[in-house]
């Protein structure tokens, strides 16, 4: 079946420095892709939609210029955490949804731990 | 806004008992509602979805009824396995029907880990 899979799994990285994590969807395109965080015990909370090509669509509240997002190809998003900082440790988690002639339905991946220290 | 309440884990269960993980939520309109399941290292599964009140949606042995009078879609399984150990999600998505694993936007719950030992 279809695979959303992200990279890395786990990163640590020191305050000040960026990451990122990449989001494929290794056997379908996706037109839009979603990016998730969620800290301990909280919600899965929506960070941003993307759509390949155009500009990401960020929720209220969170910072575009502090967490990019880039989706250049049907099969790749990328979720760029520039300046980190502690409170940037989280969990983050991709979808990818696949086209109306492909059941148009979304798949995750695995999620990413970021760690800031 | 749309919200989604599940009750806090961990819960730990013997092999062969019965599950009850509630969910409710609040939400304009009539949302589509949906179980996820998470296996340690793999991403979000869709467990099961109902689309409309009273629907019931079942998958593996779990099922869920979507129930509008008191806004609840609490997942039940008459006998769990320790494969049934994992993270498991109830969300709802706001766009109509006819979308296969969800709309646009998915509002969580914040997840309920379940272990079941033997």
């Known amino acids: 079946g279809a695979v959303v899979s992200q990279h890395p799994s786990w990163v640590i990285c020191k305050s000040g420095t960026s990451v990122k994590i990449e989001c494929r969807s290794l056997?379908?395109?996706?037109?839009?892709m979603f990016w998730y965080r969620q800290f301990p015990k909280q919600s899965l909370m929506l960070m941003a939609t993307s759509n390949e090509g155009s500009k990401a669509t960020y929720e209220q509240g969170v910072e575009k210029d502090k967490f990019l997002i880039n989706h250049a190809s049907l099969t790749l998003s990328t979720l760029t955490v520039t300046s980190a900082h502690p409170e940037d440790s989280s969990f983050y988690i991709c979808?990818?949804?696949?086209?109306?002639?492909?059941?148009?339905?979304?798949?995750f991946g695995e999620g990413s731990w970021l760690t800031v220290v | 806004g749309d919200s989604v309440t599940q009750m806090e884990g961990p819960v730990t269960l013997s092999e062969e008992a019965f599950l009850t993980i509630n969910c409710t939520y609040t939400?304009?309109?009539?949302?589509?509602l949906f179980w996820y399941v998470q296996y340690p290292g793999e991403g979000l599964q869709l467990l099961l979805k109902?689309?409309?009140?009273?629907d019931k949606g079942s998958n593996k042995g779990f099922e869920a009824t979507y129930r509008k009078e008191t806004t609840s879609f609490h997942l039940e399984k008459g006998s769990v396995q320790v494969s049934d150990s994992a993270v498991y999600f109830c969300?709802?998505?706001?766009?109509?029907?006819?979308?296969?694993?969800?709309?646009?936007?998915?509002?969580f719950g914040t997840g309920t880990q379940l272990k079941v030992e033997l």
């Open positions: 109902a689309t409309k009140a009273d």
């Open positions: 969300a709802l998505s706001d766009v109509p029907t006819g979308l296969t694993g969800g709309g646009n936007k998915l509002t």
């Open positions: 939400a304009t309109g009539y949302p589509s």
């Open positions: 979808s990818a949804r696949s086209g109306q002639y492909s059941g148009n339905t979304i798949y």
């Open positions: 056997d379908f395109q996706a037109t839009t």
